[in-house]
């Protein structure tokens, strides 16, 4: 069978664009994708995009039609939505109709323009991905949820604030060094514990913010081009659950991340430890706690202390969110997924400067739906010396 | 390689539900669909749901998960949207999941409950389909859009304002045959005459309504299930053109329908001639004599010959839309390419009851997304005799 590869990548800066629309982000990312592969527009036979609420944050559904019909293409053009879980998705399916033969050159495109609407209607539009009927009706909205998440953690493991507050600690460093981020400032576990308290136990800086921005990836069949650095995607997972959080068996576990996550592993052949480095879905302190958890980097209940102990920095044992994350990089929701593939494809090509990760040769990205109702994950692997 | 077919279809009332949710009329269509397809819901391993806009329409994004969770599933659940072709695109998803491999059994949905907002907000969330940009933001809505075409089609090749207004007419004249049907009503042409103008030369009459309603299908590989009466899926054509009318080159087709279409066509290796009866996207009346055109049914310029002949009616030589189509049936945006795929299954398994087609083998459902931008056609049929 043959292989899938990453043979371009592009991407915009993050952070609050009110100067570009939602079509000029995302032809932004494209137009640096389709140069970094070295295609021709007319090479491209699929185009998928991952957008989570472009209706509501910029007045215009039918984004796959609108990217496709602006780059003058004819082809399939789809947009998936899995709320902050719609880049990943994206990837899956390109990745599904490259495997199938449907298409050998896919275009994958994450955006979200959300500061076209104040910050009161985009954190409603962001509880869209949350239960409408039993949560956000009652109020709730995705600090909340999490908040939930992080209290059940702490209860149960003597998981510590801290512990939480190190996770941005961590990312803000590595975002200082990614020139795309939204925030380039370093800040100290002093500094979160000081925030605004948004819902207790999170403060502001426990949560990611709200950001512009769009990424793109040309995915190819080997068969249809080779490139001089490829990345090959091995392996896919993407598992589902219910929405509202009491409707679920355990709070301080995700099980779509460890179920996609078994999938993925399987896919691609490897185990957990096999893994160099990963982009995890750290939309909240205490989500990337568990992603540690429950991706296998850690036993449960002990992703604390491997913050705690430096193994999830840049020079750690199994390097994390070197982009910044979502925290630092930034989170234009449907955007997110694909910058997650991005950042691995740089650590992969060995592109990422100052950040770069040693000796790196399989990555994982983590892309995770509302407080866990969706869990897409993807193994990359460097396919070069 | 192994053969998809439709193992079970399930369908809600369409029209004005106030009593129900999105996440209740979704799963009324899909408990439907598992019972008459004879499966275990365990059976289902991929789930596909088509919805423009749920998120403006009833606050709810992330509907993929939200009706797996509903359903107790872990499995792939993804959302696709392209406008009011959602419907059609999700069944493309699906089919090309099975034939990967991917999936043995997969689910999909087309709903959208539409009233939960008032009717101008509606509106303005169906213009969300249009160019936000270069036509919504300058107060054009689809039946503007669709208006243009109309006089476009008139003023070359002298289509009568009375041809348009007999597609409404057959339309609810099937319509009246169909349970499930919003309006049951026959109307005549002088009633659309004398209707409302709404962008002339169209008025009321020849508009689809706004609905609520939920239509689902249990697609297989024939290697996984066999089911008494089946009904092959056998060519999908899917095909993007720019949004914005301006920017095409021609106002008297629908470019992307002929596109598809071929693609369908040669996929399925059969020619125009050898489909017995279609489900067309009549949002607007002129849009199913364009469909005529662009389907191959009748030449350029002769599908309002095709309607005052009566060639489309149940007892004609291709007879369209004896659902009651958009026109009577309804409108549920995200629903309607999975209704007329349900139509087509319940034609050839020959349970259409008064409105049965006799003798029909082949079926095709042609659904389009805003005003052209998106078509996705399908080709079934008939695995019995």
Redesign the interface.
Known sequence: MTKVLAAGIGITKFGEHWEK?L?ELAIEAVLKAIEDAGIERADIDA?FVGS??P??F?????V???I???LG???????????CASGG?AI??AY??L??G?AKCALVIGVEKMTEVGTGEAII?LA??????WE?YYGVTFPGLYAMLARRHMHEFGTAREQLALVAVKNHEHGSMNPIAQFRNKITVEDVLNSSPVAEPLNLLDCSPITDGAAAIVLCREDFLKVEKPVYLIGSG???????LH?RSSLVEI??TK?AAKRAYEEAGIKPEQVDLAEVHDCFTIAEILAYEDLGFCNKGEGGKLIENGETSIKGRIPINTSGGLKACGHPVGATGVKQAVEIVIQLREEAGERQVKDARIGLTHNV??SG??CVVHIWEKGFS
């Open positions: 629309s079509r185009l989570m609420s209706g509501r910029a007045g215009q559904e039918h796959a039609a609108l496709a019909g602006e293409l004819k082809c399939s053009a789809t947009r998936v939505e899995a709320a998705l899956r399916h599904h109709a495997l199938s449907k539009t869209s991905a949350a239960d409408q009927e956000a993407h598992a589902t659950d219910t929405i509202a409707e099980k779509t179920l739906g509302g109702a969706t």
